[in-house]
C-alpha cells in the first residue's frame, strides 16, 4: 500500500508543476558571442552582488521580460588563459551553482553547434530534454539529437559513436546542462544553432569562426521567440 499512495503523490506534484506558470528561466550559454545578443536583447543587467562562490569568473546577467524573470549565466573568461571557459566542466558547475541559487522553473542551453549534412533526415527528439511539442510546431524549429564532447573537431572515435546513436548536432556543454538538470529535476530544453558542417568540406574551426557572427544573430532570434512562446505558459504546454 505505501509504495503505491507514495507514487501517486509524487505523480500528482510533478502534475501541478507542470501545469503553475513557468515564472523563471535560466539560460546557460558558454561564450561571450552568443551571450551578449541575449543579453541586450532581454536588456539584462550584470549581477552586482554575486550569488556565486567569491573569485569564479563566471558572470550572471538578470532581468524581468513580461512575466519572467530571466537569469542568464555565462561561465566567463578562463581566469589563466582568458578565453571562454567553453566545455563540459564549466557548464556543469554553472549549471549546478545557478540552479542551487537561483531555482528556475525551466533551464534553457543555448548555443552554437556543428550539424552534419548526411544525417539530418534522421533528426528525432533528443531523450533527455524536456518534450516541448507545440513550442517545435509552432516556432518550426527541428528537434535532433545533440552529442556533446570537450572538443571542437570530430575524433574518429567520437564520429562513430555519434553516427551509432544518429545525433545530428555536436556541440561542448549540452549534455553537462542535461546532466546537472536531470539530477535537480529541473525540466532542460536546448537550443542550438549550426555554425558548421562537421562532416562539411571546411575544417571545423574555419567554418565556425567564420559564421559565428551571423550564426549568433539566429541563435539570439530563435531564444527570443522561445522566450516569448514560454512567457504566459505552464511546462506541460510547452
Ligand atoms: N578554443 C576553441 C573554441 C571553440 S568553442 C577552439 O577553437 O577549438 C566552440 C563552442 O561552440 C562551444 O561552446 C561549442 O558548444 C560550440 N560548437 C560550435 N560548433 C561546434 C562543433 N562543430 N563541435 C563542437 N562544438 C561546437
Same mark, same amino acid.
Given at each position: 500500500?505505501?509504495?503505491?499512495?507514495?507514487?501517486?503523490?509524487?505523480?500528482?506534484?510533478?502534475?501541478?508543476?507542470?501545469?503553475?506558470?513557468?515564472?523563471?528561466?535560466?539560460?546557460?550559454?558558454?561564450?561571450?558571442?552568443?551571450?551578449?545578443?541575449?543579453?541586450?536583447?532581454?536588456?539584462?543587467?550584470?549581477?552586482?552582488?554575486?550569488?556565486?562562490?567569491?573569485?569564479?569568473?563566471?558572470?550572471?546577467?538578470?532581468?524581468?521580460?513580461?512575466?519572467?524573470?530571466?537569469?542568464?549565466?555565462?561561465?566567463?573568461?578562463?581566469? @589563466?588563459?582568458?578565453?571562454?571557459?567553453?566545455?563540459?566542466?564549466?557548464?556543469?558547475?554553472?549549471?549546478?551553482?545557478?540552479?542551487?541559487?537561483?531555482?528556475?522553473?525551466?533551464?534553457?542551453?543555448?548555443?552554437?553547434?556543428?550539424?552534419?549534412?548526411?544525417?539530418?533526415?534522421?533528426?528525432?527528439?533528443?531523450?533527455?530534454?524536456?518534450? @516541448?511539442?507545440?513550442?517545435?510546431?509552432?516556432?518550426?524549429?527541428?528537434?535532433?539529437?545533440?552529442? @556533446?564532447?570537450?572538443?571542437?573537431?570530430?575524433?574518429?572515435?567520437?564520429?562513430?559513436?555519434?553516427?551509432?546513436?544518429?545525433?545530428?548536432?555536436?556541440?561542448?556543454?549540452?549534455?553537462?546542462?542535461?546532466?546537472?538538470?536531470?539530477?535537480?529535476?529541473?525540466?532542460?530544453?536546448?537550443?542550438?544553432?549550426? @555554425?558548421?558542417?562537421?562532416?562539411?568540406?571546411?575544417?571545423?574551426?574555419?567554418?565556425?569562426?567564420?559564421?559565428?557572427?551571423?550564426?549568433?544573430?539566429?541563435?539570439?532570434?530563435?531564444?527570443?521567440?522561445?522566450?516569448?512562446?514560454?512567457?504566459?505558459?505552464?511546462?506541460?504546454?510547452?
Amino acid at each position: 500500500m505505501a509504495p503505491h499512495g507514495e507514487g501517486s503523490e509524487e505523480a500528482m506534484v510533478v502534475q501541478d508543476e507542470n501545469r503553475k506558470p513557468i515564472s523563471s528561466i535560466l539560460i546557460v550559454i558558454a561564450m561571450q558571442t552568443e551571450a551578449m545578443p541575449v543579453v541586450n536583447k532581454f536588456q539584462l543587467k550584470e549581477d552586482l552582488d554575486p550569488v556565486f562562490p567569491k573569485g569564479v569568473p563566471w558572470v550572471r546577467y538578470h532581468g524581468v521580460y513580461k512575466d519572467l524573470h530571466i537569469n542568464l549565466v555565462w561561465p566567463g573568461k578562463d581566469l @589563466t588563459l582568458g578565453v571562454d571557459s567553453v566545455g563540459t566542466i564549466s557548464a556543469s558547475l554553472v549549471t549546478y551553482a545557478a540552479i542551487q541559487a537561483l531555482q528556475p522553473d525551466l533551464i534553457i542551453n543555448a548555443g552554437t553547434a556543428g550539424g552534419f549534412k548526411v544525417f539530418d533526415l534522421y533528426g528525432v527528439g533528443s531523450r533527455q530534454s524536456f518534450s @516541448t511539442p507545440n513550442l517545435l510546431k509552432e516556432l518550426n524549429l527541428k528537434a535532433g539529437k545533440l552529442s @556533446t564532447g570537450d572538443s571542437l573537431d570530430m575524433s574518429p572515435q567520437d564520429e562513430a559513436s555519434i553516427v551509432a546513436n544518429d545525433a545530428t548536432v555536436k556541440d561542448m556543454e549540452g549534455a553537462a546542462v542535461a546532466y546537472v538538470a536531470d539530477l535537480l529535476k529541473v525540466p532542460a530544453i536546448f537550443i542550438k544553432a549550426v @555554425t558548421d558542417i562537421v562532416d562539411g568540406d571546411k575544417p571545423t574551426a574555419e567554418e565556425f569562426l567564420q559564421n559565428l557572427a551571423a550564426v549568433t544573430a539566429a541563435l539570439d532570434q530563435a531564444v527570443a521567440q522561445v522566450v516569448d512562446f514560454i512567457s504566459g505558459k505552464c511546462l506541460s504546454e510547452l
